[in-house]
């Protein structure tokens, strides 16, 4: 499900209520991307934070900073993994 746009770029105030939003833990999908990712860290006063993509591989550590007026969309986190291991045979 996805949430409603929270964060319109069309000026600072938005860029301001929309990371007050914004928590570690969120899913959201960036600009120029069709991926969705995952908020591992924020940093609200530089108006950063840091993501990875969402699912996320275990063995994967590939995270990067972004500027919080690149997030265009915050949605649910799909429960993908969870449908992935219920796959596997024990």
Known sequence: MIHPKLLE????KNNL???KNLYKGACV????SN?????????????ICW???WPFASNS?????LEIS???????????????????EI
Request: one cysteine or more.
């Open 29 to 32: 999908k960036i600009k120029n």
């Open 61 to 65: 550590k590939k995270t990067f900073a």
């Open 17 to 19: 209520s929309f990371s």
């Open 70 to 88: 690149q997030i265009t969309l915050q949605i649910f986190c799909s429960n993908n993994f969870s449908e992935k291991l219920s796959n596997f």
């Open 51 to 53: 993501v990875r993509e």
């Open 9 to 12: 770029n069309k000026n600072e």
């Open 35 to 47: 991926k969705t990712f995952q908020v591992i860290g924020l940093n609200i006063g530089k108006e």
